[in-house]
């Protein structure tokens, strides 16, 4: 009996391994899919909803957002404030119903911008000046006289003569590119690089420059246009999230969704309007469990990092914004928390249809493949713009080499660093070195001319 025992136990250990290694196996592969999967979000940007969860939640890290209860919850108050018809009203052979997202849609195409919330991004040869402060001259009591002079002398109106003294350094050099609605483009570059400069510009804040050149198109309408009438439909998010510290994330949001809220010809109840929709951001975002927690910020302790930076996004949704410009949004996060923050990022165009633009320091594979398009920037010269899945390749015909291991980021902003970029062999006296260069081989391209005609 103890022979037959003992002979027993190794059938049933080795059945307990191969079980394990099973199980290894099935998760090794569900890994692998939910990275495929994840990447044809990123290069398709649609995705059902059902699907994109499990995309997300394949990482392994706690997801925050969810695009099925956003959806919903959406399909929720959508039932609640349209008008259906009753009973007695479809006995009676009269009242066909009133659906809020149907005659929003035909008010959308009747109407057009007031209520036309999908606006895509045209730019074409922007150049943008500033001044140049470190070059900049202290006035004198003769720098008005000198002014006068130089001014009379050169011909100059009366706002020339004002600025005839300030040195002009031109911070963007003929960039051009075109985001549509539901895409999210990724502007890369080091720092100083222009990439806030852009993005400011994109955006319509231009005070703060002296001059500006090209054309920039919110879904055909100029800058000036929106500035005047649809200043709502473009907003800019800057590196830090500015919020009133002591007030609590529900109230934050409240205040926004009231400031956004339609008027009563279009819901038959604002308030029940408001309360659904600031649940909704809540389970889109996760943040129901600290909404009595005050926002706070470096001073104040509130709520966490990932936190705040979802609430800043939940917010800039509840404003409702075309047009979305997020600069460095990411800094100070640890990786998780930026991942996040980027697939709310993604839900947000997927769902809304929004047009995002962002700049990320240091993006990961998993951030970098979120995005539809890419930017490279560098000295405020455009290298490439183009799909993300096809940088790669351009730079590798320019005789580039991108190690296995390393991030697409590094190695798109690595490019025009000598310690950095990694050149294939044969190539060392025929690749470009600076950023003028690799401007003017762009502009050869066949991609700058197909990204022309579009």
């Known amino acids: 009996m103890s022979e037959k025992k003992a002979g027993k136990q190794p059938a049933s250990a080795a059945s307990s391994s191969s079980g394990s290694s099973d199980n290894s196996d099935s998760s090794s592969d569900n890994s692998s899919s939910g990275s495929d999967s ?13 699907e994109l969860d499990e995309a997300l939640t394949s990482f392994g890290e706690p997801l925050h957002v969810s695009i099925s209860r956003a959806t919903t919850r959406f399909q929720t108050i959508q039932r609640a404030h ?18 809020l997202k149907e005659w929003l849609g035909r008010r959308q195409e009747a109407e057009g911008p007031p209520f036309a919330k999908r606006f895509g991004l045209v730019f074409s040869d922007l150049d943008i000046y500033g001044t140049d402060v470190s070059n900049r001259h202290i006035a004198t009591l003769i720098t008005p006289i000198w002014k006068l002079i130089k001014g009379v002398r050169n ?93 609590t994330v ?19 109840d604002s308030g029940a309007y408001q309360r659904d929709v600031l649940q909704m951001l809540y389970d889109m975002y996760g943040l129901g469990g600290c909404a009595d927690t005050i926002v706070g910020n470096a001073f104040l302790r509130g709520v966490s990092g990932g936190e705040r930076k979802r609430v800043s996004i939940a917010e800039q ?16 996060l640890d990786a998780s928390s930026a991942l996040d923050y980027v697939h709310s990022l993604r839900i947000n165009a997927d769902t809304l249809k929004k047009t995002e633009v962002a700049t990320i320091c240091q993006a990961s594979e998993s951030i ?39 991030t697409t980021s590094d190695f798109l902003t690595g490019l025009t660093k000598l310690n950095e970029r990694r050149v294939r062999s044969g190539w060392e006296d025929r690749i470009p070195t600076t950023a003028v260069e690799f401007e003017q081989k762009w502009r050869e391209s066949p991609e700058y001319h197909e990204m022309r005609k579009d």
Not at 317 to 332: C, H, K, L, Q, Y
Request: proline share 4%.
């Open 82 to 99: 349209s008008l259906q018809p009753t009973e007695e009203e479809v006995a009676a052979g009269g009242g066909a119903g009133f659906d």
């Open 368 to 406: 970098y493949r979120l995005f539809d398009k890419v930017m490279v920037l560098d000295e405020g010269r455009q290298l490439y713009f183009g799909p993300t899945t096809e940088a790669v390749a351009y730079f590798e015909r320019l005789g580039m080499y991108k190690p296995p291991r390393q």
């Open 155 to 247: 011909g100059y109106g009366i706002f020339q003569l004002l600025t005839s003294m300030d040195n002009k350094r031109q911070l963007i050099h003929g960039v051009s590119g075109e985001v549509k609605e539901g895409e999210m483009l990724l502007v890369l570059g080091r720092p100083g690089s222009g990439c806030s400069t852009l993005l400011r510009v994109l955006s319509n804040h231009r005070k703060t420059y002296t001059k500006i050149d090209g054309t920039v198109s919110y879904g055909g309408l100029s800058p000036k246009e929106v500035l005047r009438h649809y200043r709502g439909e473009v907003a800019y998010n800057q590196e830090d999230d500015m919020h009133f510290p002591t007030l």
């Open 38 to 50: 994840l990447g044809s979000a990123g290069s398709n940007g649609t995705l059902d909803s059902k």
């Open 250 to 268: 529900r109230k934050t949001l409240d205040f926004a969704i009231k400031c956004r809220t339609p008027s009563r010809q279009v819901l038959r």
């Open 317 to 332: 949704v509840a404003i409702g914004a075309s047009v979305e410009a997020w600069d460095n949004s990411t800094r100070g």
